[in-house]
């Protein structure tokens, strides 16, 4: 998915936002706003994609900063909010394929943009997918030998694990993170906090720090395990905006909530509907 006009302003946010978090001291957060506006503006087209300009602005950042990880104590504050949520909701979700799909979407809500009580209301509300392709996902995987599973935002991974485990009964699921913090995305380091290393089994890195997914910058490793996973299950706007662009094989899943009306129109959706989509 291409960056359209309305993602110019959603950058902007972020590279205000990023920076804010990155330093205390208000020269350098100005500098780091400076500088990472400058980047926005050389770099935003409507022939790129909008996560290779999110990378771009947050590498900025960091550097004039100092700050490898400005997202940590936002982190920390979802990882211990979806805890507590995720306990709170699952008894509402059962065991089944559709149950835990859509318990691992109701974690996409979390959104880095918005307070989380907020948030909070909001998951409050029936998951129903607007696309819902999920009964064909199901078929396939139950004839799949590996499975590639996406992870997105630190908070998920609570969200996540009653289908990785359920998943499990059928294929490899190898659960992909962030090799190095970007933005509030998990990282290895996020789900040793979370205490969740070996409930969540194998863990590979893309080898990259970036939103969604650059197979420019990624490891060779993961390329590899992209190229021969039987089925891949993405979960977030990241990985739509970046791996719509690849052509339809019919073996990833999309599971997402629409948060931002490029995508959502990209989509076909509503703002804010749920998808899961196979393409």
């Not at 909008?50 to 104590?73: L, W």
């Not at 490891?219 to 089925?231: I, M, N, P, V």
Request: net charge negative; with cysteine.
């Amino acid at each position: 998915m291409k960056a359209s006009k309305d993602c110019y302003e959603c950058l902007e946010r972020l590279a205000y936002q990023a920076a804010e978090l990155s330093a205390n001291d208000e020269q350098t957060k100005a500098v780091a706003i400076g500088e990472s506006l400058k980047v926005l503006r050389d770099n935003f087209s409507s022939n790129e994609i909008s996560i290779v300009i999110a990378t771009k602005i947050h590498d900025t950042i960091k550097k004039i900063t100092g700050n490898p990880d400005p997202y940590r104590e936002m982190k920390d504050k979802e990882i211990a909010f979806a805890r507590e949520l995720s306990k709170q909701m699952a008894p509402e979700y059962g065991n089944s394929f559709g149950s835990c799909l859509r318990f691992a979407a109701l974690g996409n809500t979390i959104d880095f943009f918005r307070p989380l009580e907020v948030i909070k209301e909001d998951m409050e509300r029936q998951v129903d997918f607007v696309i819902d392709d999920s009964k064909r996902f199901e078929t396939k995987l139950k004839h799949a030998s590996k499975v590639l599973y996406l992870a997105d935002n630190a908070g998920e991974v609570f969200f996540d694990s009653p289908l990785v485990r359920w998943m499990r009964q059928f294929a490899r699921v190898v659960y992909v993170v962030k090799a190095a913090p970007v933005q509030d995305d998990l990282t290895l380091e996020d789900i040793r906090r979370a205490g969740l290393e070996a409930e969540m089994g194998e863990i590979m890195t893309t080898g990259t720090a970036t939103p969604g997914i650059d197979f420019s910058v990624a490891s060779a490793e993961f390329k590899r395990e992209f190229e021969t996973a039987d089925l891949v299950f993405a979960k977030g706007m990241g990985y739509y905006e970046s791996l719509s662009e690849l052509p339809m094989e019919g073996r990833i899943l999309y599971c997402l909530r629409a948060k931002c009306q490029p995508v959502a129109d990209s989509l076909g959706v509503s703002l804010n509907s749920y998808v899961a989509m196979l393409r």
